[in-house]
T-cell receptor
Framework: DTGVSQDPRHKITKRGQNVTFRCDPI?????LYWYRQTLGQGPEFLTY????????KSRLLSDRFSAERPKGSFSTLEIQRTEQGDSAMYLC?????????????FGSGTRLTVV | GNSVTQMEGPVTLSEEAFLTINCTYT??????LFWYVQYPGEGLQLLLK?????DKGSNKGFEATYRKETTSFHLEKGSVQVSDSAVYFC?????????????FGKGTLLTVNP
């Protein structure tokens, strides 16, 4: 068990560029989550997958954001036409069953800076 | 809606001091409550949890009791160490149909000096 892996760890991009982040969950975990954490704030829920199905997408995710989890394994989060307000830490987490029973396992995050 | 309010930081203590970080919540239904810890450059790690009223979660010397009457889940440790320096997040897991979702407080930065 290597935990939840996220790549890259850091990304600096110019405003208007597209970026894509990857998350590899714990292999047996069927649930995958994306959260966003801005400076001085707690993580905020973005979206949730059960296997390959995206079951909820937060209002925080504008149309510029898209997430996928093909084949219920790794997930990608793409941001198109980045804006300075997108600068944040993007956290991925996975779990088996419910968070109540097993808890989430979080990755170390991808820190995005839009300049 | 659901929300979590944590004591504002930063908190600075000397080694072996007593720690309390206050956390109160607002929720519909019967949420589960968690404390997560984030060390510099790392992701969040589950520290402890409580799933129903009067449950006490404990781990690594930290404790928190789920108090439904005061809607609180305060984190305590009797004697902190330098290695406890981190950001601590209180969180609740929604009940009902959104029980996969966590709502976090803003976090409290703890610095423990030798």
């Amino acid at each position: 068990d290597t935990g939840v892996s996220q790549d890259p760890r850091h990304k600096i991009t110019k405003r208007g560029q597209n970026v894509t982040f990857r998350c590899d969950p714990i292999s047996e975990h069927n649930r995958l989550y994306w959260y966003r954490q801005t400076l001085g704030q707690g993580p905020e829920f973005l979206t949730y997958f059960q296997n390959e199905a995206q079951l909820e997408k937060s209002r925080l995710l504008s149309d510029r954001f898209s997430a996928e989890r093909p084949k219920g394994s790794f997930s990608t989060l793409e941001i198109q036409r980045t804006e300075q307000g997108d600068s944040a830490m993007y956290l991925c987490a996975s779990s088996l069953g419910t968070a109540n029973s097993y808890g989430y396992t979080f990755g170390s995050g991808t820190r995005l800076t839009v300049v | 809606g659901n929300s979590v309010t944590q004591m504002e930081g930063p908190v600075t203590l000397s080694e072996e001091a007593f720690l309390t970080i206050n956390c109160t919540y607002t929720a519909t239904g019967y949420p589960s409550l968690f404390w997560y810890v984030q060390y510099p450059g790392e992701g969040l790690q589950l520290l402890l949890k409580a799933t129903k009223a009067d449950d006490k979660g404990s781990n690594k010397g930290f404790e928190a009791t789920y108090r439904k009457e005061t809607t609180s889940f305060h984190l305590e440790k009797g004697s902190v160490q330098v290695s406890d320096s981190a950001v601590y997040f209180c969180a609740l897991r929604h009940s009902g149909g959104s029980n996969y979702k966590l709502t976090f407080g803003k976090g409290t930065l703890l610095t423990v000096n030798p």
